[in-house]
């Protein structure tokens, strides 16, 4: 989105962020997912028992006089059997968010191979079952909590991004955490800063964004809650460009403040033609989508171990405390490669000969700042990724709920005044 806000805009997200009410429709799309699943199973339990009373009667009277007899209500079963299986598949398709692109294009391709196709309709019944149950679970906890209005804090929330990416009207960086958010009472803002640039210059965006907000709607602060380089650019914006008094808090999420030696090792060895090559792909494609002026290099080469160090330096003994910021930071791991999509699972590895502990992207070491710190570890075998801190795949990791993580996050603020 564009960094400028106008009057039009302020009220209608004050609008949004007041009086969203998607329940009837989180309703529907669940009731149809749950009717979906049902239909599948009924559909995989009564082939399976008529399939078998088939083969016990052709056993008996041999197929040809059993085909021959029985034909009509054969024929009927084939019929019903049809019906339930694609009312039920097309039900989940539709509904279904967890079942994504690539479990869906599976379904479509074995669906036509004898026993695989069963084995991968077990499969899609139960990705499609476990959110059913789950989300529903969410929507009961968000309709007995709707009148607390646990997220709505005293100054509203920004939400700033991290290097490589947009605010897009459509494709929401944070996946489905700001809806959350917004369902329990808050409002919300975005950075709308380019894409990549240096710590410096993203720094004079926010600070514009910020000053801007807090001046068309009066409401005198934000908190701010950055994932990744979005760190270090509030970070710098506080200190660097005079909105000590426009903060109320700062919450750091999978920061490198103290940058990544990977990234320094990555970019000192690239050969220059190799650099600039990607440089220039970059920037050129990010121009098209929104950016004024993107510089690849300089966002890399602020993320370096020695980049951040430069930028410690100059923020480490600021007094936000003293200015009446609460500062706040939390980190993740993965657990191993596998625990990350593409392309986090393939510099995973990478990132921990360097950096140990990661996120796939950020070290552990790198992560703590501010008057508190939390470290996330996912109990089950499965880790918590630099893009799972933003619900970038938007899918529902066991041990680990994203969207209820941030509620609680928020609600913490709130409960601070703030």
């Given amino acids: 989105m564009a960094s400028n806000i106008n009057e039009r805009e302020y009220m209608i997200m004050k609008q949004i962020s007041e009086n969203k009410n998607d329940k009837p429709y989180t309703e529907l799309r669940l009731n149809v997912l749950a009717v979906g699943c049902v239909l599948l199973i009924l559909f995989l339990i009564s082939t399976a028992a008529y399939s078998a009373r088939l083969i016990a009667a052709m056993a008996g009277n041999g197929f040809a006089e059993t085909l021959g007899s029985d034909w009509p209500q054969i024929l009927l079963a084939v019929i019903l059997e049809s019906i339930l299986f694609w009312l039920g598949i097309m039900a989940v398709y539709v509904t279904s968010v967890q079942l994504g692109i690539r479990l869906r294009i599976i ?77 329990n009472g808050a ?115 602020d993320l370096t171990a020695s980049g951040c160090k430069i930028i410690w330096d100059e923020t480490a003994d600021y007094d936000y405390k003293g200015h009446g910021i609460y500062t706040r930071s939390i980190g993740s791991c993965m657990k191993k490669a596998g625990s990350g999509a593409f392309p986090l699972n393939m510099s995973y590895h990478l990132v921990k000969m360097f950096d140990g502990r990661n996120d796939g992207l950020v070290g552990e070491a790198s992560f703590k700042w501010g008057e508190d710190y939390q470290f996330l570890e996912n109990k089950r075998t499965r880790g918590i990724s630099h893009g ?24 913490d603020l709130k409960v601070r005044g703030l």
């Avoid at 529903?136 to 709505?152: E, F, L, P, T």
């Avoid at 799972?388 to 609600?411: K, T």
């Fill in 107 to 183: 379904g479509i391709i074995c669906g036509w191979i004898p026993v695989i196709n069963i084995i991968v309709l077990l499969v899609i019944i139960k990705v499609s079952v476990s959110e059913a149950v789950f989300e529903k679970h969410k929507y009961k906890i968000n309709k007995k909590r709707a009148g607390d209005k646990v997220c709505k804090t005293k100054y509203p929330i920004l939400m700033v991004h991290g290097v490589f990416f947009r605010d897009f009207k459509y494709l929401n960086y944070w996946g489905r955490i700001p809806d959350e958010l917004i369902r």
């Fill in 187 to 301: 409002t919300i803002y975005y950075g709308g800063h380019q894409s990549a640039a240096a710590v410096a210059n993203s720094a004079k965006e926010l600070a514009d964004r910020i000053n801007e907000i807090v001046s068309t709607t009066g409401c005198e602060k934000i908190n701010v809650i950055a994932h990744s380089k979005g760190g270090l650019d509030i970070k710098t914006a506080i200190v660097k460009q005079g909105i000590a008094d426009k903060v109320a808090s700062v919450v750091t999420v999978n920061t490198p403040h103290r940058g990544c030696e990977f990234a320094e090792y990555l970019l000192n060895k690239a050969p220059e033609p190799f650099r600039q090559k990607v440089a220039s792909a970059y920037n050129n494609t990010l121009k098209k989508l929104g950016d004024s002026d993107p510089d690849f290099i300089a966002a890399v080469t």
């Fill in 388 to 411: 799972d801190m933003i619900d970038l795949n938007r899918e529902n990791i066991p041990g680990f709920d994203v969207r209820e993580f941030y509620v609680s996050l928020v609600s």
